[in-house]
């Protein structure tokens, strides 16, 4: 294996982005052998923990009533991964299947209250100033058709209630968000027609592509393109007045960040209870004698559900037994 480049700031960091069902993940996982350093291990993954959210099955099925907590649990999942992403950068390459930027793009899609996407704006900005951006932003680009086609033939349950509409939407923010993008390198892959799980050439294709990209070969950009800053199905919000009182400018205090990122734990750790529970279901529950060794998992994830829930208490001056 020929040597892999490197940049001045250390091991490459390359994140896969797209629209739902391009297949962000399994590229990852399939290009995570071949890239690394010579003599280290092969490059490690940052990938989404989407099944540990626990709202959003719901979401899928009342996006506007479930949109908030959704997108509040996915913004601290993401950025509890990447505030790991400079410390496993000194081991070796990272590979990621998103960038921390995304998480903007689906709030503004899918929170349709003014207050609450207010307050996810100004914990965003917060949070985005501490991320350590990519080397490379590999963008899969495809046809909402091919999307659609890849979503029904993967089959998540959680997934099953998508529709083209949403899809046709996203992949429009998508356009936008890289449309002369330039915040790092970016390289945009024409998917439609690629078959990388089956096809080894369409994956060795883009593995070049990446190589080149990383080695200083830039690509053009996404031609910047003009498009409504409200498209027919976006959410019709109403103008924010210009003669509010000078008291709503002002920041949240520390206590109510404290007890945002409170509830932002709690849902996590539910999240992980849920996975536990559905492995203990799978392996220990209806049998005789349960394997003690899948059930304690979901004991350490109630307990730790549990501290989370006294903490978040606890901010709020509230007692678990009134």
Known sequence: MSQRPRNDRGHSYIAIEGVIGVGKTTLARLL???????????????LEAFDENPFLSDFYGDRSRYAFQTQLFFLLSRYRQQQLVPERLQRGALLAD??????????HLNIQGVDELE??????????EKIRPPDLVVYLRAKVDTLMARIARRDRTFERQ???????ALRRAYERLFAGFEAVPLLVIESDEMDFVQNPDDLDAIEQQILSALAGVRQPMLP????????PDAVQRPPVSQEAPAAVELQP??????????????????????GALTTYSSHGAGSASPDRSVGDPVQAALREARGALQRLADQMGAGLDD
């Open 32 to 46: 995570q052998p071949r890239f690394g350093t010579p003599g280290q291990l092969a490059m490690e993954t940052v």
């Open 253 to 274: 205090s520390e206590a109510q960040w404290r007890a945002v990122e409170g509830f932002l734990a709690l849902a996590e750790a539910v999240g992980r209870v849920g």
């Open 119 to 128: 307050m996810y704006d100004r914990l965003y900005e917060a949070l985005a």
């Open 224 to 231: 910047r393109i003009s498009l409504p800053a409200s498209p």
């Open 98 to 107: 998103y960038i921390f930027e995304k998480d903007r793009m689906f709030a």
């Open 162 to 168: 998508m529709d083209r509409e949403y899809i046709a």
